[in-house]
C-alpha cells in the first residue's frame, strides 16, 4: 500500500499545508532513524534535514561503519531514483520510503503504547540493575544528561513523537548522520540501519541499552585516563599513576553507590566561558555547536572525588569542549541526586 505521500506529480517540502500528510512522513523518517524528534505536522528544518539525510544514504550508504556491517545497504533501495540530496519529498523517493518501511530486513525504530509509563519502568529498571563495573549513581546521571532520563520521547498535545530517543551526529556535514545514539543511554551505533538482535537487546530494552553504557564507561576508565592516551584534566589533578575506583572498599555497600554524597562534599566551583578547562591548559570553557552556554555555577570540583569516574565520564563523551560541558553537566545532575 503506498504512502499517503506517495502522489504523482506531489513534492513534498518546507511550509507544506496538510498537515495529516506532513504527520505521515515525519512518522516514517522517525521509524527509519532519520528524524530526532518532531510528529508535529510541521514541515521544518529538522524534517527537512531528515529528509536530506535519507536521501544522502541511499546514494552513498553501504551497510558499512566502523562498528561493524548493517543487515542491509540502502543505497541499494535507490535504484537510480534519487540524485542529490534536496530536502524534498516527490513520489519516487516517497516510494524508496514505501520500500524501506515494508522491508523486513531494516528494522525500524520501537515504539510504547504509553511512553510515560514506560519511561518510569525504564528508570526504575535501571536503579535496580545495580551494577559493579561502573557507578550507578554516575550513570544515572549521565542518562539524565544524554536523554533526559527518557527512554521513549514522549507525547505532548503538539507533538504525537512516541518512538525511542535517539540523537544523530553529523560530524561529516550536514547531510551525513554519522552516529545515532539510541534509547537511554544512548546506546550509540554508526552502521545503519541497526540488526534485530541490537534493537532487541540494546535498543527497545533499556537494561541493555544501559549495559552497553556501564561497558563502555568502564572502559573509558580503565584505558583513556592514563598514559599517552590520558585525560588531560585528571593528568593535571592527580599526576599519581593508580586509577581510583571508589573510596569505600569493594566489600561495603556503599562501594561504587554513595556518588551523590561524594559530589555534595566536594567543593563548587564557577565556570564561565574563557575559563581554562584546568589549570595551566590552552583549551577554554566557550560555546559550541552542542552547547550554547559556557557558564556554570555550583558544579561540585572533580579534583575533590575520591576516585577517577569525573574523568572517566568526560572521556566517554570523547574530548574537546564538549566533553568538558558534558563533564560539568553531568557533575551536576549527580549533584541534583545528594
Not at 165 to 185: A, E, F, H, M
Not at 210 to 224: G, M, N, P, S
Not at 225 to 238: I, Q
Not at 321 to 334: D, F
Amino acid at each position: 500500500m503506498a504512502r499517503t505521500y506517495q502522489q504523482a506529480g506531489l513534492v513534498l517540502g518546507r511550509g507544506h499545508a496538510d498537515k495529516a500528510m506532513v504527520k505521515a512522513l515525519q512518522r516514517d523518517l522517525r521509524a527509519l532513524g532519520y528524524l530526532r524528534r518532531g510528529i508535529d505536522g510541521d514541515f521544518g528544518a529538522g524534517t527537512e534535514a531528515a529528509v536530506r539525510a535519507l536521501q544522502f544514504d541511499l546514494l552513498n550508504n553501504d551497510g558499512v561503519g566502523p562498528d561493524g556491517r548493517a543487515p542491509v545497504a540502502l543505497r541499494d533501495f535507490n535504484k537510480g531514483r534519487v540524485v542529490a540530496s534536496v530536502g524534498t519529498i516527490d513520489a519516487a523517493l516517497a516510494a524508496c520510503i514505501d520500500e524501506l518501511m515494508t522491508a523486513d530486513a531494516v528494522q525500524k525504530v520501537p515504539r510504547a503504547a504509553d511512553a510515560a509509563a514506560a519511561n518510569k519502568r525504564a528508570l526504575a529498571q535501571v536503579l535496580e540493575a545495580m551494577s559493579k563495573e561502573a557507578p550507578t549513581p554516575f550513570l544515572v546521571a549521565m542518562v539524565q544528561q544524554e536523554s533526559g532520563g527518557k527512554h521513549f520521547a514522549e507525547p505532548s498535545a503538539r507533538d504525537e513523537d512516541d518512538f525511542v530517543t535517539v540523537g544523530l551526529d553529523r560530524n561529516k556535514g550536514p547531510d551525513q548522520i554519522t552516529s545515532r545514539g539510541y534509547g537511554i543511554g544512548q546506546h550509540t551505533l554508526f552502521h545503519h540501519p541497526p540488526s534485530k538482535d541490537e534493537v532487541d537487546k540494546h535498543i527497545a530494552d533499556p537494561v541493555g541499552n544501559v549495559a552497553k553504557a556501564y561497558a563502555e564507561l568502564r572502559r573509558k576508565f580503565d584505558r583513556f585516563l592514563l598514559g599517552a592516551d590520558g585525560a588531560d584534566d585528571r593528568m593535571a589533578e592527580h599526576a599519581q599513576a593508580a586509577l581510583r575506583l571508589c573510596k569505600h572498599d569493594a566489600t561495603s555497600p556503599l562501594y561504587l553507590r554513595d556518588c551523590a554524597a561524594c559530589a555534595k562534599a566536594a567543593g563548587k566551583v564557577k565556570i564561565a566561558s574563557g575559563d581554562p578547562v584546568h589549570a595551566g591548559a590552552a583549551l577554554q570553557y566557550a560555546p559550541s555547536t552542542y552547547y550554547a552556554s559556557a557558564v556554570y555555577d555550583g558544579v561540585p570540583a572533580r579534583a575533590d572525588f575520591a576516585c577517577d569516574w569525573p574523568y572517566a565520564i568526560r572521556r566517554y563523551n570523547g574530548g574537546g569542549i564538549n566533553s568538558y560541558h558534558y563533564q560539568a553537566r553531568v557533575l551536576l545532575n549527580l549533584l541534583r541526586q545528594s
